[in-house]
């Protein structure tokens, strides 16, 4: 009795599974307990890969999961070991730390008889105040503002899925959340802080202050904070049944794509894209072309230019005038004796920048490669340039803390030089040119051999969850 109502179980799911012309993919977990059941019972969310296409059935992970698409090795989903009630608390531990960050000074200098304070607000407002209203606006925004938005919407979007209420606005506040997340850059500018205090160790008598160790704090809570995304959020309302599941209604047969603010799969009907069925953004199958993305990096080339050549900043003092660019930062951090400084800096500075560049004109000269393993390196370097994509805007930040640190009139003075602004126009180009790259073009038309979902074979540890053969 048992056998027969196992075989009418396994002939079900061999009879429910979708079998259009397929790419299709899996998922592998990096910890599991055990191999997922062949069959899935009831019904589970669909989520496509972001760098190939790929669609997979979203099973659930044992706490601290990481499903992977098989086909290009993305990250597709994390299994958090903490409800939306305990990321919540975070979140507002988070806000704490972040006004003591913000509100004490971060060092206090003294050279003779004057001493200065520095805060982030004041040095914004300083660096405002000498006419530099670009380099001001671009660290206000990524290191204060955006930020900020970023830990409230957290907040509000967490105590809703907690509280199993989803307010009316709660699609566009997601939408906001997910349009900011590679803008906000508080790990960055605790490096600058820590570049800034080397500068100056030599300079002045230099005492650490609350602030500092405030924005120490903050970093450990944003980069904890990083994995609860707003496609994380959205997962968290499937699961807790509070919006349509991803998938519902999906004809596989037909032109389908997933929507890039709440992850929604579903049939598109017009090849100009159209509105979310759930959340309301604009669905594309695939976005537009590299001309606008061709358009940023050529921009960007150009910026970089005097970005390097122009001083970046300037050094004010009874003796004269002094100009430092780029490089010559990185030098003076090497003569004071900090070489692993030194070389982060220049990394950051000087290596990132260019490599960002040319990864991107790599993958537009060439937009399919020959096999798949060519092409998974490929999605391994677009993924290098949305991972190092902000870490360039160091030097930025390191020039508006020096203006506030090392603000003595009649003594010694600091102020951006014009190649700060290049230099920080460089950073949001590549930025927005990482962002209107679509990866997921260098797979289209690469066909695949399996036709029906498979488990992976488990090894080193990892077993797989369950893809769903269909169109890419």
Known sequence: MSRSVSTRKRRWCSASRHQPPPVPGRSSTRRSI??????????????????????????????????????????????????????????FAGLIVFAIANYFPIVVLRLKSLTAEATLPEALVLTWRQGHEVVATMTGLFGFVIPLVQL???????????????????????????????????????????????????FAVLNVAPGLWGFAALTVFVTALGRVTARWLWRA???????????????????????????????????????????????????????????????????????????????????????????????????QGSQGLAVI?????????????????????????????????????YELVE??????????FVVILLTAMADFPGLSQISAGPGAASFGMVVVLTLLASASFDPRRGWDGRPDDRTEPHDATAGSGRSSSQAVAGLA
Request: glycine content about 8%.
């Open 345 to 381: 800096v220049f990394i950051a500075s000087i290596v990132i920048p260019m490599t960002k560049l040319l990864i991107l004109m790599a993958l537009m000269l060439h937009r399919t490669w020959r096999g798949d393993d060519i092409q998974r390196q490929r999605t391994r370097l």
């Open 34 to 91: 055990r191999k997922p059941s062949l069959c899935i019972e009831g019904p589970q969310p669909l989520i496509l890969c972001p760098h190939c296409a790929t669609p997979h059935r979203r099973v659930p992970l044992p706490a601290g999961g990481v499903a992977r698409c098989v086909r290009c090795d993305s990250v597709l989903y994390h299994a958090s070991r903490y409800s939306p009630s305990q990321w919540c608390a975070l979140t």
């Open 152 to 202: 409230l919407f957290l907040a509000w979007a967490l105590m809703a899925v907690a509280s199993r209420r989803l307010p009316r606005d709660f699609a566009v506040g997601m939408r906001v959340l997910g349009s900011l997340g590679a803008w906000g850059m508080v790990p960055v500018l605790m490096l600058a802080i820590l570049v800034a205090v080397v500068k100056l160790a030599g």
């Open 387 to 396: 991972f190092i994509g902000q870490w360039s805007m160091l030097d930025v």
């Open 237 to 335: 309302a499937e699961d807790a049944g509070l919006v349509p599941l991803s998938g519902t209604g999906l004809d596989l047969a037909r032109v389908y794509g997933a929507c890039h603010a709440c992850g929604y799969v579903q049939n598109l009907t017009s090849p100009q894209g159209q509105a979310c069925r759930r959340c309301g953004a604009w669905v594309r199958f695939r976005l537009p072309g590299l001309s606008r993305t061709w358009m940023l990096v050529v921009a960007a080339c150009v910026l970089y230019v005097p970005a390097n050549v122009l001083p970046v900043l300037q050094f004010r003092s009874p003796l004269g005038v002094s100009e430092h660019t780029i490089l010559g930062g990185v030098l003076e951090l090497w003569g």
